[in-house]
Protein backbone atom coordinates (compact mmCIF):
# COMPACT_ATOMS: atom_id res chain seq x y z
CA UNK A 1 0.00 0.00 0.00
CA UNK A 2 1.14 3.67 -0.76
CA UNK A 3 2.72 5.55 2.60
CA UNK A 4 0.50 8.13 3.60
CA UNK A 5 2.02 11.75 2.24
CA UNK A 6 4.91 10.13 0.46
CA UNK A 7 5.70 12.33 -2.41
CA UNK A 8 5.20 10.28 -6.16
CA UNK A 9 7.42 11.72 -8.78
CA UNK A 10 6.01 12.62 -12.20
CA UNK A 11 6.10 15.85 -14.38
CA UNK A 12 2.42 16.70 -14.42
CA UNK A 13 0.68 20.12 -13.98
CA UNK A 14 0.72 19.57 -10.25
CA UNK A 15 3.93 18.30 -10.42
CA UNK A 16 5.08 21.62 -11.92
CA UNK A 17 3.33 23.75 -9.90
CA UNK A 18 4.31 26.37 -6.99
CA UNK A 19 3.73 24.94 -3.30
CA UNK A 20 2.16 28.17 -2.57
CA UNK A 21 -0.81 28.54 -4.92
CA UNK A 22 -0.98 24.61 -4.58
CA UNK A 23 -1.52 25.42 -1.09
CA UNK A 24 -4.63 27.70 -1.91
CA UNK A 25 -5.74 24.99 -3.82
CA UNK A 26 -5.84 23.08 -0.58
CA UNK A 27 -8.00 26.07 1.51
CA UNK A 28 -10.48 26.14 -1.64
CA UNK A 29 -11.22 22.72 -0.99
CA UNK A 30 -11.10 23.05 2.80
CA UNK A 31 -13.05 26.34 2.71
CA UNK A 32 -15.77 24.11 1.00
CA UNK A 33 -15.90 21.05 2.90
CA UNK A 34 -15.74 23.16 6.02
CA UNK A 35 -18.85 25.54 4.77
CA UNK A 36 -21.10 23.10 3.10
CA UNK A 37 -22.85 20.50 4.98
CA UNK A 38 -24.82 17.98 2.78
CA UNK A 39 -23.38 14.76 2.13
CA UNK A 40 -24.01 15.36 -1.62
CA UNK A 41 -21.91 17.86 -1.96
CA UNK A 42 -19.15 16.39 0.59
CA UNK A 43 -19.43 13.65 -2.20
CA UNK A 44 -18.97 15.61 -4.96
CA UNK A 45 -16.08 17.49 -3.56
CA UNK A 46 -14.45 13.98 -2.77
CA UNK A 47 -14.69 13.17 -6.53
CA UNK A 48 -13.66 16.18 -7.71
CA UNK A 49 -10.20 16.07 -5.62
CA UNK A 50 -9.94 12.38 -7.25
CA UNK A 51 -10.51 13.60 -11.01
CA UNK A 52 -7.90 16.37 -10.24
CA UNK A 53 -5.00 14.12 -8.93
CA UNK A 54 -5.67 11.77 -12.06
CA UNK A 55 -6.15 14.76 -14.27
CA UNK A 56 -3.26 17.61 -13.38
CA UNK A 57 -1.22 15.05 -11.17
CA UNK A 58 -1.48 11.66 -13.57
CA UNK A 59 -1.88 9.84 -10.40
CA UNK A 60 -4.71 6.92 -11.15
CA UNK A 61 -6.73 6.34 -7.84
CA UNK A 62 -5.77 2.38 -8.64
CA UNK A 63 -2.05 4.14 -6.87
CA UNK A 64 -3.96 4.72 -3.88
CA UNK A 65 -6.98 2.51 -4.02
CA UNK A 66 -6.60 1.12 -0.70
CA UNK A 67 -5.93 4.19 0.93
CA UNK A 68 -9.59 5.43 -0.57
CA UNK A 69 -11.00 1.99 0.91
CA UNK A 70 -10.24 2.52 4.28
CA UNK A 71 -12.60 5.90 3.94
CA UNK A 72 -15.80 3.32 3.82
CA UNK A 73 -15.41 2.31 7.48
CA UNK A 74 -14.79 5.70 8.67
CA UNK A 75 -17.73 7.49 7.30
CA UNK A 76 -19.43 4.52 8.33
CA UNK A 77 -18.42 4.67 11.64
CA UNK A 78 -18.74 8.12 12.03
CA UNK A 79 -22.55 7.79 10.64
CA UNK A 80 -23.33 5.51 12.59
CA UNK A 81 -22.32 7.43 16.05
CA UNK A 82 -24.19 10.28 15.44
CA UNK A 83 -27.15 8.39 13.92
CA UNK A 84 -27.38 7.16 17.87
CA UNK A 85 -26.56 10.07 19.60
CA UNK A 86 -28.54 13.10 17.11
CA UNK A 87 -32.34 12.90 18.12
CA UNK A 88 -33.64 16.38 17.51
CA UNK A 89 -37.25 16.44 17.80
CA UNK A 90 -37.74 16.80 14.20
CA UNK A 91 -35.56 13.79 13.59
CA UNK A 92 -37.23 10.36 12.38
CA UNK A 93 -36.10 7.14 13.33
CA UNK A 94 -35.05 4.92 10.70
CA UNK A 95 -34.01 2.04 12.44
CA UNK A 96 -34.92 1.30 16.38
CA UNK A 97 -34.44 -1.35 18.56
CA UNK A 98 -36.45 -0.33 21.65
CA UNK A 99 -35.20 2.77 23.20
CA UNK A 100 -32.07 2.96 20.66
CA UNK A 101 -32.24 4.05 17.41
CA UNK A 102 -30.49 5.61 14.01
CA UNK A 103 -32.15 9.07 12.78
CA UNK A 104 -32.26 10.43 9.52
CA UNK A 105 -30.88 13.43 10.67
CA UNK A 106 -28.46 12.04 12.83
CA UNK A 107 -27.03 9.65 9.98
CA UNK A 108 -27.33 12.58 7.10
CA UNK A 109 -25.03 14.89 9.28
CA UNK A 110 -22.47 11.90 10.20
CA UNK A 111 -22.39 10.99 6.46
CA UNK A 112 -21.86 14.84 6.20
CA UNK A 113 -18.93 14.78 8.63
CA UNK A 114 -17.20 11.38 7.43
CA UNK A 115 -17.29 12.60 3.75
CA UNK A 116 -15.37 15.76 4.69
CA UNK A 117 -12.91 14.24 6.71
CA UNK A 118 -12.20 11.66 3.93
CA UNK A 119 -12.18 14.68 1.16
CA UNK A 120 -9.74 16.50 3.31
CA UNK A 121 -7.42 13.80 3.94
CA UNK A 122 -7.43 13.05 0.06
CA UNK A 123 -6.92 16.83 -0.37
CA UNK A 124 -3.53 16.58 1.10
CA UNK A 125 -2.61 13.92 0.11
CA UNK A 126 -2.99 15.59 -3.41
CA UNK A 127 -0.29 18.01 -2.26
CA UNK A 128 1.95 15.97 -0.62
CA UNK A 129 1.92 13.29 -3.25
CA UNK A 130 2.89 16.12 -6.16
CA UNK A 131 5.09 18.41 -4.22
CA UNK A 132 8.82 17.55 -2.84
CA UNK A 133 9.40 17.86 0.92
CA UNK A 134 12.60 19.91 -0.31
CA UNK A 135 10.01 22.65 -2.29
CA UNK A 136 7.71 22.66 0.95
CA UNK A 137 10.53 23.77 3.10
CA UNK A 138 11.65 26.59 0.45
CA UNK A 139 7.98 28.12 -0.50
CA UNK A 140 7.45 28.01 3.79
CA UNK A 141 10.82 30.22 3.68
CA UNK A 142 9.84 32.17 0.72
CA UNK A 143 7.10 33.79 2.70
CA UNK A 144 9.10 35.30 5.35
CA UNK A 145 9.52 32.03 7.95
CA UNK A 146 12.87 31.28 9.61
CA UNK A 147 14.71 28.48 7.84
CA UNK A 148 14.95 26.67 11.02
CA UNK A 149 11.20 26.32 11.52
CA UNK A 150 10.73 25.75 7.23
CA UNK A 151 12.92 22.75 8.02
CA UNK A 152 10.53 21.09 10.21
CA UNK A 153 7.62 21.27 7.80
CA UNK A 154 10.45 19.20 5.56
CA UNK A 155 11.62 16.62 7.74
CA UNK A 156 8.03 16.12 9.11
CA UNK A 157 6.63 15.38 5.21
CA UNK A 158 9.69 13.31 5.04
CA UNK A 159 9.68 11.62 8.84
CA UNK A 160 6.05 9.97 8.52
CA UNK A 161 6.39 7.61 5.27
CA UNK A 162 9.81 6.49 6.71
CA UNK A 163 7.41 5.67 10.05
CA UNK A 164 5.08 3.95 8.25
CA UNK A 165 7.42 1.94 6.16
CA UNK A 166 9.30 1.00 9.73
CA UNK A 167 5.72 -0.14 10.87
CA UNK A 168 5.18 -2.56 7.74
CA UNK A 169 8.96 -3.85 7.93
CA UNK A 170 8.37 -4.39 11.79
CA UNK A 171 4.76 -6.31 10.59
CA UNK A 172 6.25 -8.40 8.32
CA UNK A 173 9.18 -9.63 10.85
CA UNK A 174 6.57 -10.64 13.15
CA UNK A 175 4.57 -12.40 10.34
CA UNK A 176 7.73 -14.41 9.33
CA UNK A 177 8.46 -15.20 13.31
CA UNK A 178 4.37 -16.83 12.81
CA UNK A 179 2.54 -14.51 14.73
CA UNK A 180 -0.64 -15.68 14.04
CA UNK A 181 -2.57 -12.00 14.54
CA UNK A 182 -0.35 -10.27 12.02
CA UNK A 183 -1.00 -11.90 9.10
CA UNK A 184 -4.83 -12.60 9.77
CA UNK A 185 -7.25 -12.17 7.34
CA UNK A 186 -9.98 -10.88 10.56
CA UNK A 187 -9.23 -7.04 11.12
CA UNK A 188 -9.80 -7.19 14.36
CA UNK A 189 -7.37 -9.49 15.40
CA UNK A 190 -4.66 -7.15 13.04
CA UNK A 191 -5.65 -4.37 14.89
CA UNK A 192 -4.88 -5.94 18.01
CA UNK A 193 -1.34 -7.26 16.72
CA UNK A 194 -0.48 -2.84 16.43
CA UNK A 195 0.23 -2.06 20.02
CA UNK A 196 2.93 -4.55 19.75
CA UNK A 197 4.90 -2.71 16.90
CA UNK A 198 4.41 0.96 18.82
CA UNK A 199 7.71 -0.10 21.09
CA UNK A 200 10.28 -0.77 18.56
CA UNK A 201 9.07 1.70 16.21
CA UNK A 202 9.15 4.14 18.56
CA UNK A 203 12.95 3.23 19.46
CA UNK A 204 13.73 3.35 15.87
CA UNK A 205 12.17 6.23 15.37
CA UNK A 206 13.57 7.96 18.17
CA UNK A 207 17.00 6.48 17.05
CA UNK A 208 16.61 8.29 13.28
CA UNK A 209 15.52 11.54 15.23
CA UNK A 210 18.54 11.84 16.76
CA UNK A 211 21.16 10.78 13.96
CA UNK A 212 18.67 13.47 11.94
CA UNK A 213 20.40 16.05 15.05
CA UNK A 214 23.60 15.11 14.95
CA UNK A 215 23.53 15.20 10.88
CA UNK A 216 22.13 18.81 11.15
CA UNK A 217 24.68 20.01 13.75
CA UNK A 218 27.63 18.59 11.98
CA UNK A 219 26.48 20.47 8.62
CA UNK A 220 25.65 23.83 10.64
CA UNK A 221 22.36 24.07 10.33
CA UNK A 222 21.13 27.34 12.38
CA UNK A 223 24.77 28.66 12.44
CA UNK A 224 23.54 31.48 10.58
CA UNK A 225 20.24 33.89 9.28
CA UNK A 226 21.30 33.78 5.51
CA UNK A 227 21.10 31.02 3.25
CA UNK A 228 21.65 30.13 -0.14
CA UNK A 229 19.94 27.47 -1.73
CA UNK A 230 21.05 25.25 -5.20
CA UNK A 231 17.32 25.35 -6.18
CA UNK A 232 14.96 28.47 -6.03
CA UNK A 233 10.87 28.64 -6.39
CA UNK A 234 9.29 31.48 -8.70
CA UNK A 235 6.05 32.10 -9.75
CA UNK A 236 5.28 31.58 -13.10
CA UNK A 237 2.06 32.62 -15.09
CA UNK A 238 0.47 28.86 -14.11
CA UNK A 239 1.23 29.74 -10.84
CA UNK A 240 -0.90 32.94 -10.98
CA UNK A 241 -3.69 31.71 -12.91
CA UNK A 242 -3.98 28.66 -10.03
CA UNK A 243 -4.06 31.42 -7.53
CA UNK A 244 -6.51 33.25 -9.49
CA UNK A 245 -8.91 30.12 -9.57
CA UNK A 246 -8.18 29.52 -6.24
CA UNK A 247 -8.91 33.11 -4.87
CA UNK A 248 -12.40 32.97 -7.53
CA UNK A 249 -13.40 29.41 -5.59
CA UNK A 250 -13.36 30.34 -2.46
CA UNK A 251 -15.62 33.99 -3.25
CA UNK A 252 -17.57 31.88 -4.65
CA UNK A 253 -17.72 29.60 -1.91
CA UNK A 254 -18.58 32.01 1.14
CA UNK A 255 -21.19 34.25 -1.26
CA UNK A 256 -22.71 30.22 -1.81
CA UNK A 257 -22.75 29.52 2.10
CA UNK A 258 -23.10 32.51 3.64
CA UNK A 259 -25.35 34.94 1.37
CA UNK A 260 -27.27 32.43 -0.63
CA UNK A 261 -27.51 29.90 2.39
CA UNK A 262 -27.10 26.46 -0.01
CA UNK A 263 -25.44 23.55 1.29
CA UNK A 264 -27.03 23.67 4.34
CA UNK A 265 -28.73 20.58 6.27
CA UNK A 266 -31.54 22.44 7.61
Known amino acids: MKSLFQFSGGDSFLHRLDPRPKFLLVLAVLAYVLLFERPVYMLAAFLIVIGIIWAFGRISPLAYGKLLLLFTPLIAAVALIQGLTQHPPDATTVIGIGPVGLSDVGLLLGASIGMRLATMGLTFMMFSMTTTPKDVGLAIHKIGVPFRYAYLATFGLRFLPMMQEDLQTIQNARAVRGDVDVGSR ?81
Open 186 to 266: NPLRRLKSLPMSFFPLAANSLRQSSETAKALELRGYGSSERRTTVFDLSLTGRDYATTGVAVIVIAAVVYARVVLGLGGLG
